[in-house]
């Protein structure tokens, strides 16, 4: 994958060696590198795939690694 081999953050999560579906807000933020208010916001806003589950507010691995795609294709190149 090419965005692995230039040290891309969420492409090297993307690889998930840890074996989790989920992340949370807060690091999803550190992914994205915005903050965790932006990142709450966003989900808040439907921005942000996001499911709560009891008190806690996860966001699913394929999804967010999805909508980046879609945002990447749209980009000009």
Do not use: C, F
Not at 3 to 9: D, L, V, Y
Not at 19 to 48: P, Q
Not at 59 to 66: D, F, G, K, N
């Amino acid at each position: 994958m090419q965005e692995e081999r230039n040290g891309s953050p969420v492409a090297a999560a993307a690889g998930g060696g840890d074996g989790r579906l989920t992340w949370t807000i807060s690091e999803v933020a550190e992914l994205l590198g915005i903050s965790k208010d932006s990142a709450y916001e966003a989900a808040h806003r439907g921005e942000l795939p996001a499911q709560v589950i009891g008190r806690r507010v996860l966001v699913p691995r394929v999804a967010l690694l999805r909508l980046l795609e879609g945002t990447r294709e749209r980009e000009p190149s």
